[in-house]
């Protein structure tokens, strides 16, 4: 088949795009870079374009089967018009773009954080409805773009699967725990709350076979799935700080010692943000409310739909680690 990635570059994207060279299909990414300065997967054909403007892209999706639009702004701080432009926008023109070429297979990546309400969330399935309360851009625009991508005004031409992967990590994470360790060698890291929650995490392994499955089941099941959301997880919540404790031990770093109670954390945030806001402070606060509740709080997730429909079953367990310790060794 010939299918398109968005974001074909980016961590998830590149992943999705060697499993799929691996099975033979016809694999093109659109992405933002110049694919003359990005890492390039042999057999994937590169296009430079932004999913904002919609008459840069249109050309990508002709006589494509299948798109992944694993595409997003993702981050806790920032300009609204960015995130709703790169998040939304960008969504309404990829489906946009299916309409036109005749595609008829989507599969979207979202995020847990749809249903984030700043409260802890303990084994809900997708009966969680989208939240509220958002204290983070990136989740408000996300929930509109899943719930306008699941609506009935694309379901007349387009068979979607959302999917909701939670914190993805691997060797090869550019992000998420890069970040946490520039903080930790910096002294900078507190375990915020009680230190005891639990939280649900998704090896990049895991994410990108619970795509292949959506693709799969889209192209051979479609009423059974389309138009659903499912989250993704490795199926065994960790405790969120203990987790981080034994990833610094790992790699031979001091264990966090310092502690910050929840409301202090958020009020402080609170201070902060609204600092930013007033003066026009470039960059991100030190902490947000939205990351105090993440840290502090509940968050995990009953998978056992996409077990069921998807055929969905993590093959990475969190504590398998070692690809991840030597690639966080290196950096």
């Known amino acids: ?148 991508v699941l609506g009935d005004d694309v379901a007349a031409d387009l068979d979607v699967v959302a999917l909701r992967p939670h914190l993805i990590w691997g060797a090869g994470d550019p992000h998420l725990l890069p970040r946490l360790l520039r903080r930790a060698r910096a002294g900078g890291l507190k375990i915020v709350g009680k230190g005891t929650n639990r939280v649900d995490l998704t090896h990049v392994d895991n994410a990108a ?26 199926g065994e919540p960790v405790v969120l700080w203990q987790w981080i404790q034994n990833l610094l031990l790992e790699l031979g770093m001091n264990p966090i010692r310092k502690r910050v109670p929840f409301a202090v954390a958020y009020a402080a945030a609170a201070c902060m943000e609204a600092w930013y806001h007033t003066f026009h402070t470039k960059g991100e606060p030190a902490m947000t409310r939205f990351v105090a509740v993440e840290l502090s709080k509940h968050h995990y997730f009953d998978i056992s739909a996409a077990c069921r429909d998807l055929g969905y079953h993590p093959s990475v367990t969190p504590s398998q680690r070692t690809d991840l310790i030597r690639y966080l060794s290196d950096l």
């Open 1 to 148: 088949m010939k299918v398109l990635i968005t974001g074909g570059n980016g961590f998830l994207g590149s992943h999705i795009a060697r499993r799929l060279i691996q099975e033979g299909h016809e694999v093109r990414s659109i992405q933002r870079s110049d694919p003359a300065v990005i890492q390039q997967i042999e057999g994937v054909s590169y296009i430079q374009g932004d999913l904002s403007h919609e008459i840069e892209i249109l050309s990508a999706f002709e006589g494509v089967d299948v798109v992944f639009h694993t595409a997003a702004f993702a981050g806790v701080w920032g300009a609204w018009e960015a995130f709703y432009q790169s998040n939304v926008e960008a969504t309404l023109n990829v489906v946009h773009a299916c309409q036109l070429h005749g595609v008829r297979k989507l599969v979207y990546t979202s995020t847990p954080s749809v249903v984030f309400s700043g409260k802890a969330i303990e084994g809900a399935d997708e009966s969680l409805p989208y939240g509220s309360n958002w204290l983070c851009h990136y989740a408000h625009t996300k929930q509109l773009a899943e719930a306008w």
């Open 209 to 234: 076979d619970a795509h292949l499955l959506a693709m799969k089941q889209l192209m051979e099941n479609a009423q059974q799935v389309r138009q659903k959301a499912y989250f993704i997880s490795d």
